[in-house]
Nanobody, 118 residues
Framework: QVQLVESGGGLVQPGGSLSLSCTAS????????MAWYRQAPGEQRELVAR???????YYADSVKGRFTISRDNNKNMVSLQMNSLKPEDTAVYYC????????????WGQGTQVTVSS
């Protein structure tokens, strides 16, 4: 079973930056979409950013202009550069490969905690 391992989270002050990485234990070269999600306490998991196999990106309105998603198929890795972080970005961040509405190719990893606080 393919495993996803997220890393790079931490505690950062408002306005700061973090770079998250997600590494898959198998090739993602044929996976059309890779995406980052987040789940804040008491909230449902939400889509943050998505990237297609061709590099087309989608961002949630709340992060547009601040976050950048990228993928490196040779390294089986998806990254999320987060700038100008806000307290409302605080959440556990996960990556996965969506294949439909509430359907994913992989089991969820453990995620990485991002806390934005002064």
């Amino acid at each position: 079973q393919v495993q996803l391992v997220e890393s790079g989270g931490g505690l950062v002050q408002p306005g700061g930056s973090l770079s998250l990485s997600c590494t898959a234990s198998a090739s993602i070269i044929s996976i059309y979409f890779m995406a980052w999600y987040r789940q804040a306490p008491g909230e449902q998991r939400e889509l943050v950013a998505r990237i297609s196999i061709g590099g087309t990106t989608y961002y949630a309105d709340s992060v547009k202009g601040r976050f950048t998603i990228s993928r490196d198929n040779n390294k089986n890795m998806v990254s999320l550069q987060m700038n100008s972080l806000k307290p409302e970005d605080t959440a556990v961040y996960y990556c996965n490969a969506p294949k439909g509405v509430n359907a994913y190719f992989y089991a969820w990893g453990q995620g990485t905690q991002v806390t934005v606080s002064s």
